[in-house]
């Protein structure tokens, strides 16, 4: 079975940092692409940022500069590195990511979300 599995959160002050980090396992998974989302109590989803299978990487206008997306493709896994947060900055982050497994076969997967939470 073919998984993500997101990682990383936690509760810090304004103005510290966390990584998130997002894993694929199973069944030789390995990631093509990867978008971060995140959703806060009674708001929309909402796009963070992406890193394609290249490495290209985009941005919310609300987190350039602030965040970076990078990825280990040995460790089939996705970084989300976020500085200088924000109260605003508090909500479920979820990883979207096409994955590739048993050699030929691909899907579309949701990580089980992490909750990031920051104090004023």
């Known amino acids: 079975q073919v998984q993500l599995v997101a990682s990383g959160g936690g509760l810090v002050q304004a103005g510290e940092s966390l990584r998130l980090s997002c894993t694929a396992s199973g069944s030789r998974a390995s990631i093509n692409a990867m978008d971060w989302y995140r959703q806060a109590p009674g708001k929309q989803r909402e796009l963070v940022g992406s890193?394609?299978?290249?490495?290209?990487?985009n941005y919310a206008d609300f987190v350039k500069g602030r965040f970076t997306i990078s990825r280990d493709s040995a460790a089939n896994t996705v970084f989300l590195q976020m500085n200088s947060l924000k109260f605003e900055d508090s909500a479920v982050y979820l990883c979207y990511a096409r994955v590739f497994y048993d050699g030929f076969r691909s899907t579309s997967l949701w990580g089980q979300g992490t909750q990031v939470t920051v104090s004023s």
């Open positions: 890193i394609t299978s290249g490495g290209t990487t």
